[in-house]
């Protein structure tokens, strides 16, 4: 299979008004990734080397964003909606150069499987001219039917051109479809516009090919991969499907999910066996959990890498660039962003680290805030092995506390510490024996004055 070149034609020319947005309908996202970068990855995982990208709609901000996603990818603009067959057109330039496969998907199904996809190759290399990716559903009503004659694939009639009977068909295209590339233009360019709407349908190729005696056949897949989004309910339905794939994807590759519904993934988060990963936490783009780590209730993480053994959470938030080696923890209400936290050291409760580097076994007291901001640019903090830092103190940065330092509580540390030292950085404590009770009698009397007066 892999020998066979493969063109991946994707449809993503759709106007997406029901999305009621400002942003093309294909880059909104699922697990964080446009829906079309979705349809991207499977293809390429099915084998596909080449990329067409069909687009209409916001053009300009298609091709950026598709530069990240898709960068390979040729941009093909579809000046006028005409019909499925003609946006597969567009990409005619691409289609001449001669491929084995043309596999064609559209850019608002995202949820379409690689093995899908790899099993109507399968077909074109065992001689099938064209393969139609069926789904069964007990609610047809908007799709097109596949119409088989004697266990033979000989059209596909869309919703509004079907008879009464053919309306009961439940064996739908599901929009993916496979075309020999070697026959794919002479199909193509036979599709007329037959229809009241002037539209050009890709599916006509489907009777175009049967009746010149060409082998046709339609394979079947489950429904997610035909799901195609249209609105934010279906959206939302997609990202529902993708997720419950994607925990039990980690649970069957050795993640502990207690609450696995409550659990929500990126498209790229890594997790390694062992971890578990305790109810209601939310992965943001870019993390990687090496194995056995603990990640307690309520977390909220993202670009953050996570070494083997650490401990996070309940109620952390871990932004992009937090660094947390083997052993180490972070606690309940802490914030750690751009930040190495060293093997086994402790940031445990209600604290800020942000810019800093926290040495191999040092303990962060409470309400530690290192202050990296001054409004205009950031600061780095330093923080040696195995230094205490005191509760609620504040290091205000640049500021570097040396091996073994000790901050004492309620400090704010503004000049740098070096190894070993104690530092202190607060108003030193007056205790006036008896003067809390002088103080509380002449207030009383006081309020008393004010009362009668
Ligand atoms: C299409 C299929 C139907 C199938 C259904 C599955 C055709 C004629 N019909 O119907 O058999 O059951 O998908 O979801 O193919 N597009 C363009 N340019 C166009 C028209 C469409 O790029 O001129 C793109 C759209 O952005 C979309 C895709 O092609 O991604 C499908 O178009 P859509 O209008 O959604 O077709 P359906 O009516 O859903
Ligand atoms: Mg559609």
């Not at 007329?192 to 339609?218: C, H, M, P, R, W």
């Not at 445990?348 to 926290?358: E, F, K, S, V």
């Amino acid at each position: 299979m892999s020998q066979r070149s493969c063109l991946s034609i994707i449809l993503a020319a759709g106007e997406g008004t029901r999305m009621k947005s400002a942003v093309p309908k294909v880059l909104h996202t699922i697990a964080g990734l446009p829906m079309v970068a979705h349809v991207v990855k499977a293809a390429e995982a099915a084998g596909s080397g080449e990329l067409a990208l069909v687009i209409g709609h916001g053009a300009d901000e298609m091709r950026k964003a598709a530069l990240k996603f898709a960068p390979r990818a040729e941009a093909f603009v579809q000046e006028k909606r005409l019909g499925t067959a003609h946006a597969v057109l567009a990409a005619r330039a691409a289609i001449s150069k001669g491929y084995d496969d043309i596999l064609v998907m559209f850019g608002d199904t995202p949820l379409i499987d690689p093995q899908a996809l790899a099993a109507a190759r399968l077909k074109l290399a065992e001689g099938a001219a064209v393969v139609v990716v069926g789904f069964r559903t007990e609610n047809p009503s908007g799709y097109g039917r596949l119409i088989e004659k004697a266990g033979k694939l000989v059209a596909i009639r869309e919703e509004k051109d079907c008879s009464d009977e053919e309306k009961k068909i439940t064996f739908c295209n599901g929009g993916l479809m496979a075309v020999a590339g070697r026959h794919a233009l002479k199909l193509l360019d036979q599709v007329g516009s037959k229809n009241a709407k002037g539209e050009y349908y890709l599916t006509d190729i489907v009777e175009i090919a049967a009746a010149q005696g060409f082998d046709v056949v339609a394979t079947e897949a489950s429904f997610e991969n035909a799901l195609g989004i249209n609105n934010r309910a279906e959206l939302a339905q997609a990202e529902g499907i993708w997720q419950q794939r994607r925990r039990r994807e980690a649970m069957l590759s050795g993640v502990t999910l207690i609450a696995p519904e409550t659990v929500f993934f990126s498209h790229d988060t890594e997790i390694g066996a062992d971890t578990v990963v305790e109810p209601n936490v939310w992965f943001g783009p870019g993390v990687k959990i090496a194995t056995g780590a603990k990640i307690h209730a309520f977390s909220h993480i993202e670009g953050a890498t996570i070494a083997s053994n650490c401990d996070v959470g309940p109620f952390a938030r871990l932004r992009p660039g937090a660094d947390l080696r083997t052993k180490a923890k972070v606690g309940n209400f802490c914030e750690v962003k751009q930040a190495i936290v060293e093997e086994g050291a402790k940031v445990n409760h209600l604290t800020y680290i942000g810019d800093a580097r926290i040495g191999a076994g040092a303990n962060i007291g409470a309400g530690t805030i290192t202050c990296n901001y001054d409004g205009y640019s950031k600061f780095f903090t330093d923080i040696g092995e195995g230094a205490f830092i005191g509760s609620n103190s504040s290091l205000v940065a640049p500021v570097s506390i040396g091996k073994g330092g000790y901050i004492a509580s309620g400090s704010v540390i503004t000049e740098s510490v070096p190894d070993d030292a104690l530092a202190f950085g607060r108003a030193r404590q007056r205790t006036l024996p008896g003067k809390g009770k002088e103080l509380r009698e002449r207030f009383s009397q006081a309020a008393a004055a004010r009362k009668k007066g």
